[in-house]
């Protein structure tokens, strides 16, 4: 399962305006079970084998990482899988790469309308998933539940719970920030970027966890999930060409962009030791930047 095919994710230091900042490259941990989905499939996966289930259902959008991840995932551990993708307007179209790549590993893509797809934590519309495709074992939106959270505990090691003060995570779901919180040091603070416009991200990790030293921005979403700005495709540039770390528009790139702004505005110490996540999502970024 995972553990065979996990290694040792490595960092990398960038200079940032006179910051020495470190990159944990979760990107790299697989090329398929990308970053941050890596550490949320891993016990879901493995809660599901142990159960005997054969078959996966999770939830996601035209451009989810999670749909591609899970596709790969089910396709290597020997599950079938099925996508239930929000706007079934996208059926009668082209699929996009996204789709097109979990279409290829196995998955079935069940499309549902977008009021349906808002129905997808209730219990009367999980009861007709499950009479639709019976004993699968469903994973939540993004891949966030309590087992997810598990696997992302384990994103940092010994070493950066001992040598780094600030977490910079970027954020969706919040299962992934949510275990680092649970995995934090007592001297460590965790910093989330939301790639979604609103407080509600908050309001659902303080359901996870009782700890509070975290907080979330959304101030460098650029208008909201997926959304993007002429000054972040830029950015997005200049940062490759710079330190030579790809990025995508939906997540990774709206961190670092924050990031140097908090930097200019001394809002991150000089003194402070900051080590950032990079959370992967890279198939996400061929739709957006095929010039780069």
């Not at 959008?61 to 929000?86: D, M, P, Q």
């Not at 939540?140 to 003060?165: K, M, V, W």
Request: glycine share 8%.
């Amino acid at each position: 399962m995972f553990d065979a095919i996990a290694h040792a994710v490595p960092n990398q230091t960038l200079q940032m305006h006179g910051m020495t900042l470190t990159v944990k490259r979760l990107d790299l941990v697989h090329p398929q079970i990308s970053g941050n989905k890596f550490f949320k499939l891993k016990y879901n996966f493995k809660e599901a084998q142990r159960n005997g289930f054969n078959q996966i259902l999770t939830f996601g959008g035209a451009y989810s990482n999670h749909i591609a991840a899970t596709a790969y995932a089910s396709h290597l551990h020997g599950f079938k899988s099925i996508g239930v993708i929000r706007g079934e307007e996208l059926a009668s179209r082209p699929l996009n790469s996204t789709l097109r790549t979990a279409q290829k590993f196995g998955m079935q893509l069940h499309f549902v309308s977008r009021e349906q797809y808002r129905q997808k934590q209730s219990a009367g519309f999980l009861a007709q998933l499950r009479a639709e495709f019976p004993e699968s074992f469903i994973i939540p939106e993004g891949g966030t539940n309590r087992l997810a959270i598990q696997g992302c505990t384990e994103i940092l090691s010994p070493a950066d719970l001992e040598n780094f003060d600030l977490i910079c995570c970027a954020a969706g779901t919040g299962g992934t920030l949510t275990g680092l919180i649970e995995a934090s040091a007592e001297h460590q603070h965790i910093l989330g970027f939301s790639a979604l416009k609103g407080d509600f991200l908050s309001q659902e990790i303080q359901q996870w966890t009782q700890r509070r030293n975290w907080r979330i921005t959304d101030e460098f979403c650029h208008g909201g999930y997926a959304k993007t700005t002429a000054e972040l495709m830029q950015f997005i540039q200049q940062f490759e060409r710079l330190h030579g770390i790809p990025l995508e528009q939906v997540y990774t790139a709206k961190m670092f962009f924050g990031i140097e702004q908090m930097i200019l505005r001394s809002e991150i110490a000089a003194h402070q030791r900051v080590l950032i996540l990079h959370t992967g999502g890279l198939q996400g970024r061929i739709q957006a930047l095929p010039h780069l």
